[in-house]
C-alpha cells in the first residue's frame, strides 16, 4: 500500500539494498503467542539463496537472519522465540559485496532493468548491484513469510515451477515431495532432467529464460477475503506481481477461464458425508466474489527471463551516449526458479493479514 | 487496500448494491480546480450501462450520475464543475428495481456467484440481485475513472476487448476507432460478425462465455510508480483483478514472457532525435522495476464466463438442500464485454493515484 | 489518515459541504449482524441538530438521515435494518439552503475561520456557508458513531459540557441524567441557570465564548488499543482534535498531571471480590501505554469560541484590500455546546475501531 | 495508523524493545536527494540521550546510530550521505543491557506502567526494562525526525520545556539559545536554579514530577494540512501524544481558548508591506480549519510524572497477590526533560508528511 509496505493488519515493511550494509524487515501486527525458531526462518531463506546450484547466481551470501525485536525466548528453551505482539524486526546482512567496479553500470541503462526508470523517477540512483531493484530483497519476504504461515492454523502454502521457457511439466506427474528435490522445485520428476539439458543450453548461449510458478496454498478457512477491494485473490495477485520480473499472474483456471462457456467453469457443489457442503471442483482456484471457498486457493504467476544476459542488447548512457550493453559475471539464467520460495511467502503473507482482518470484523475463524 | 478503497492520495471509496436505494463513489484526494460537467461523466457511465444491445442485460437503469459534493459551479457556465480539493461523491439511484420474488435465490447457493463465500464471511447477505457482488457496483468505479482521467495531463487510456471465449481478434486489424463502433469494443471491423455470430450460438445455448481485455494507457509520465510494493504495474494489476469475475492479469508481453529467452523480451534503448532515451520496443508494457518508462502502459486482463447460465448446475442451500440452480430472466451472455469501460476507470485511477504520489515524494512531474 | 477518512478496520469517510445538496458519510467494516433503525440514528443527530434553543443557531436542517447501503431489512420488521459487512452509506440532504448573497463572504477573509487557509491550499474553495469547513459536517459524524456505539457490547459513551468560558460546573453535582434535560448538556443542574444568564449577556454583546466538554466512555474492555502510534488515547484525540474549533484535549488528569508528583498521579491496584486486578483510582483516564486498563476512559477537549461574531474585526480581502469583518445572521454563541454528541460520536468511533484491531490481531476480546 | 507506523507518504515505522538486541526505524518515502551525516542524526540523538545529567537516568547507551539503506556516500565526500528515495533503515543497538534479574518485575504491574495492560492485550510481555512501553523506543523517532527536519526548505522546529511540576518559566524571559545551556531545555535562564532546586528536591524524596514542553515550528508554509481527518494540527496532537506518558496536547491557545470571548481569540489580518496578507497574532498556533497559516506553529503538551518511584504504591501480581511495589535503582525524575527533542521530532515529522501529501494533491508548494 505504501511503497515498501503491504498488509493491512499483517503488515510487513522491506528495506535494504543490494550492496548496503544489510537489508530486512518489520512485520507489525503479528499475533502474540507464536513460537518459532531462528533456524526456521533461516530453512525458509536458505531455499532461495543463491549460490545453491549451478543454475543461480553464484554471489555466495550466508544469508543469516537476526530476529532484533518483537520476542521473548522462551525462558526453559532459549532458542525458540515468542512473539509478544509489538514489531518483529529481522535484518540480513550483506556479507558478498565484492569491491566490484561498477562504473560500467553506473551509467549505463541495462535494458531490461530498473536503471533508466529509477532515474526518471528520483533522479538518482544506488547502481550498486541494482540497489533497491535487486532480487536480494526478497530474502526479506521469505523471512516475512516464515512467520506468516505460523498466523492461520492449519495453513501450509507450497509452490512449485510449472513451466520453463518452452518446457512445460506433466501435471499427471505432481508429487509435492519432488519439488524439495530438485534445483528447479519441479513437482515433476520426469522433467528435472529436461530441464536441466533446456537450461544448460540456454546457459551456455549466454541467454536465460522465463518460468511459469504455481502457489497453493491449503488450510485457507472459507470466509477469508473482502469482498471488493481487499478480494482475496486480488491482494495475492498484487503481492505476487510485486516480485522482480513478474508479469502476470491468474488464480484457478485463470486466462483459460475467459476460453471457456459457463457450464465449463462451473464449480457444483453437494453436500458432503459431514452434512456441509462441497464444491466438486475448483475451477476458481478457491476465492469467488473475492472470498475463500475453503478449497484450496491455487495462484500463477508468470516471471521473464532475467535481462542480464551475455549477449550485447543496445542500449543508452545518462548522458545520451549509444553503447552496447553486455553482461558479465554471476547470474541466473533463470531467475524464475528462486521465485517460488519468494512466491510462497508472498501467498502466505496475504493470506495471514486476511486472516487476522476476518477475525477482526467479524469475530468468526 | 481498505474493504472497499482504494487508492493512496487519490482514494475511492465505493458503496452500494444492486438492489439498495442507490450506489455510488467517494473520491476523496482529487486536486482542485479539475473542471468537468456531470455530462462528460455520464458519457462514460453509458458505455458501462446495461440494455445497450442484445448482448447485454436487459436491466434497464438510466445510471444517471448525481455530483453531491467537492464542486462549486462555475460562476459563467453553472454546467461546469470545478473541484475544491475536498472528497467528490457521487451517486447513481437504482431505478430499475424489479419487485421480484428473490426467495428462490436466497437460499439457494449460485455455482459461481458469491453466494456461498458472503454466508460463510458475513453469516448472512444481501441475497438481492447479488447485493455488493453485482456487477452493478462498477458503475460507481467508471465514475470515479471518469474524474481520474482529467489528473494527468496528457493521459489517455482506453481499452479493448480482444478475446471473446474461442474467437481472437486480428491484432493487424486494431483500430481505435472501431471500439466505440460496435457493441463488443472491438477493435478489429473485421471480428465483429464473428463475435456476433458466436455470441448468438452461446446465448441460444443458454450458455456463456468468458473474454480478455487489452487496457492500453498512453501519456504516463516516466517516473510514476514505485519500487517495490507500490509498483505501478502491481496497482494496475490489483486495480483490475478487483474487478467481478476477472481471474488474471498481465502487462506487456505477460505470461507469453515466461516462454522468452532473454534477448527476445528486452526493450532496447538509443537516443532519440530530441537527444533523449528512447525504448525500441515496448515488450514491458511500459514498466521496468514497477516504475513508468514513459511508453504506453499496456495491461490484459481475463474475464471468467458469466456464471448465472440456463443449463442447470448442481448445487446446494444454506441449510443443506442438495437443488439444481438454472438461471432465467436477464442476464450477460459475455460480462466481459462491458468490462471494457471498467478496465480503462481502473487503470487510469492506479496511474492518477501515482501521479499524485510521486509529485508528492520528488516533486518531480 | 487519508484527508477524509478516519480509522483502521471500522473505517469512516465523510463529504459533503454547507451549502452542496447533501453530506454523507460511508462507514466501511462495520461487523455484520448489528441491528439498528433509522430513528436510532436520527436521535443522535436531532441531538446535534441546529435550532435546538436560542442558544444555537437558528438554521432549520431536518437532518433526516437516509441508509443508502450496507443493510437489509429485517423480513419480520422492515425498519428494522440488520447491517451486511458491506459499506453503509448514510446521507442527509441539505434543505435549508437560502439562496442567501454570498458575494460578500466570498472575497473576504473571516478571522478564525479557515477561507484564508482554505485559499493557501487550494487556490479556490467553496465560500458557501463555509463549504467544507463548516461544522454541517459534523452530522455525518454523528450518524456514523451511532452505528459505531453498537459494534462493542456493553459500550456506553457519554458527554458533558463541563465549562463555558469562565464558568465551571460544580464536579460535585455531576449527574448524567440532567444532561439531557438542559440546552447546555450540563450535568450540574445548579450551572444551568448561571450558563444561560452568561451565554445570554454575551449574546447581546455580539460575542461569543468557547467551552469545555468532558466524554466518558464505559465497558471499554481491558485491552483495547495499541502500544506506540496507534494509542487508543492517542486516537481520542485525534479523532477529537478533528472537530471544528477544538484547540486542546486531554486523558485522565491531563495537563494538571504535569503539575503533581509520582505518587500523587499513581492508580493503585488491589485484588478485587472476584479475584481479578481492580484500580483503586482513574487518574490515567483508563488508558495506560496506550491500552485500555478496563477504567472509563475520560478525554476532555476545548472548543475556541465561535469566530463569527458581530464585533468588527480587522482583515483582507482574496484581492489585497483591508477590510472589516462583522457578522451578520445565524450563528451559535457558543459552538461548544453542540460539540458533546460529536465529541461522543469521535470517542465511540475510535473505540470501535480498536474493538475489531484489537479481535483482528489478538483474537482475544 | 498501523500500530508502529505514522505519516501517509513520509512515513516512520519504529521496532525495538529496551532489552532486544537493537531498536530502529524504517523511514519510507523520504524524498531522493537529500544530503545528511550520520554525525547529524548523532547530534539529536545525544540530546535525547540519558546519562547527560544527574537529572536523568544513569543508563550509559552509546545510543550510536548506523544508516543501514536508502542512501548512497557522495563520491567526493563518502560521510555525507545521499537519500535515494528507497527507505532509510536506521539502527541504535542496545548496549548497556545490564543483566539484571528482573523476576521481581516480571509478576508485578507497577502502577502507572503498561505493565498491566500489556498482559491484558497479548496474554504475555516483554518485563524486560520495560519491553517495548520503555521510552528507548523513542531514540528511533528522533533519528527519523533528524531527517524530517530537511524535507522542508527553511522549517525549523525547536522545543523547550516551559514548566517543571509546580514552577513555570517566565515567558517574558524566553531564549531559545538557552535552551542548549542547561540541562532541563528552559528556556528562560532565571528559572534554571528554581528547576534544579526543585528537581533536587523530588528526587531526594523518590518521587518524581511531570512537564509541559511547547514546540515551535516556523517556516512551515501556508496551506499544508487538510480540511477535515488529516488537519495539521491532528496529526501534531496524534503525534504528541503517542509520546509515552504524555497526557494532553493544545494548539496555540489552547484550553485557555475555551475561556475567552470571540474577540478576545481572533487572529486579525492586514495587507503587508509586500502586499501580502499577515496575521496580527497568532493565537490559533498556526493552523486554521487545519491548515497552515504560515505563521509559526505551536504545539505544548503534558507529561505525567515518572511512574517508577520509590515510595512504595499499592498493587497486585499477574497471579493475584496484592504487593506493594518500589522502584530501585536508575530512573528520571522528570521524564519530561528528554521529552523536549522527542516532541520536536514529532512534529517535524508530521509536517513533512503534509508538505509531501500537499505538494503530490496539488502540485503547489
Redo the contacts between chains.
Keep these: 500500500?505504501?511503497?515498501?509496505?503491504?498488509g493491512?493488519?499483517f503488515?510487513v515493511?522491506?528495506?535494504?539494498?543490494s550492496h548496503?550494509?544489510?537489508?530486512?524487515c518489520?512485520v507489525?501486527?503479528c499475533?502474540?503467542?507464536i513460537r518459532f525458531t531462528a533456524a526456521e526462518i533461516q530453512t525458509f531463506l536458505d531455499r532461495r539463496k543463491p549460490g545453491q546450484s549451478k543454475y543461480t547466481t553464484q554471489r555466495r551470501e550466508a544469508d543469516a537472519v537476526?530476529v532484533?525485536?518483537?520476542?521473548?525466548p522462551d525462558e526453559d528453551d532459549p532458542d525458540t522465540l515468542?512473539t509478544?505482539?509489538?514489531?518483529?524486526?529481522m535484518?540480513i546482512e550483506n556479507t558478498d559485496q565484492r569491491s566490484k567496479d561498477y562504473s560500467d553500470i553506473k551509467a549505463r541503462?541495462r535494458?531490461?532493468?530498473?536503471d533508466?526508470?529509477?532515474d526518471?523517477?528520483?533522479?538518482?540512483?544506488?547502481y550498486?548491484g541494482g540497489?533497491?531493484?535487486s532480487a536480494r530483497?526478497t530474502a526479506a519476504r521469505v523471512a516475512a513469510g516464515a512467520l506468516a504461515r505460523k498466523v492461520v492454523p492449519g495453513l501450509e502454502v507450497r509452490g512449485a515451477l510449472v513451466?520453463m521457457?518452452?518446457e512445460d511439466i506433466d501435471r499427471s506427474n505432481w508429487d509435492w515431495e519432488e519439488v524439495g528435490r530438485n534445483p528447479f522445485f519441479s513437482p515433476d520428476a520426469d522433467a528435472v532432467d529436461r530441464f536441466a539439458a533446456y537450461l544448460d543450453a540456454?546457459r551456455k548461449?549466454g541467454?536465460?529464460?522465463?518460468?511459469?510458478i504455481e502457489v497453493v496454498a491449503t488450510g485457507v478457512p472459507?470466509?477469508?477475503?473482502?469482498?471488493?477491494?481487499?478480494?482475496l485473490?486480488?491482494?495475492i495477485?498484487?503481492h505476487l506481481?510485486?516480485i522482480?520480473a513478474v508479469?502476470?499472474?491468474?488464480?484457478?483456471?485463470?486466462?483459460e477461464?475467459?476460453?471457456?462457456?459457463?457450464?465449463?467453469?462451473?464449480?457444483?457443489?453437494?453436500?458432503g458425508d459431514d452434512?456441509?457442503?462441497v464444491f466438486?471442483s475448483n475451477k476458481?482456484?478457491g476465492?469467488?466474489?473475492?472470498?475463500?471457498?475453503?478449497k484450496p486457493v491455487v495462484a500463477r504467476f508468470?516471471?521473464?527471463?532475467?535481462?542480464?544476459?551475455m549477449?550485447p542488447?543496445?542500449?543508452?548512457t545518462k548522458d545520451?551516449?549509444?553503447v552496447d550493453v553486455q553482461t558479465k559475471g554471476r547470474h541466473d539464467p533463470c531467475v524464475?526458479i528462486r521465485a517460488v520460495p519468494i512466491g510462497e511467502a508472498m501467498v502466505a503473507c496475504a493470506i495471514a493479514d486476511h486472516y487476522?482482518?476476518?477475525?477482526?470484523?467479524?469475530?468468526?475463524?
Tied chains: 1, 2, 3, 4.
Design positions: 500500500m505504501s511503497h515498501n509496505t503491504f493491512h493488519l503488515r515493511t522491506t528495506w535494504g539494498e548496503g550494509a544489510a537489508l530486512g518489520v507489525d501486527g499475533p502474540p503467542g537476526r532484533l525485536s518483537g520476542i521473548i515468542i509478544t505482539g509489538t514489531p518483529v524486526s535484518m541503462y535494458p531490461g532493468h530498473a533508466f526508470t529509477y526518471a523517477k528520483y533522479g538518482l540512483r544506488d550498486r540497489g533497491r531493484s530483497e513451466a521457457g518452452t540456454i548461449d541467454s536465460s529464460v522465463g518460468a511459469i472459507a470466509g477469508l477475503g473482502a469482498p471488493i477491494y481487499a478480494k485473490d486480488q491482494d495477485a498484487s506481481m510485486s522482480n508479469k502476470g499472474v491468474e488464480i484457478g483456471n485463470g486466462f477461464a475467459a476460453r471457456l462457456r459457463g457450464e465449463d467453469n462451473a464449480d457444483e457443489m453437494r453436500i452434512g456441509r457442503p466438486l476458481a482456484g476465492v469467488l466474489g473475492g472470498i475463500a471457498t475453503g508468470a516471471v521473464k527471463p532475467t535481462s542480464s544476459i549477449t542488447t543496445k542500449s543508452v545520451g551516449v549509444e524464475g487476522l482482518r476476518h477475525r477482526g470484523q467479524t469475530g468468526r475463524v
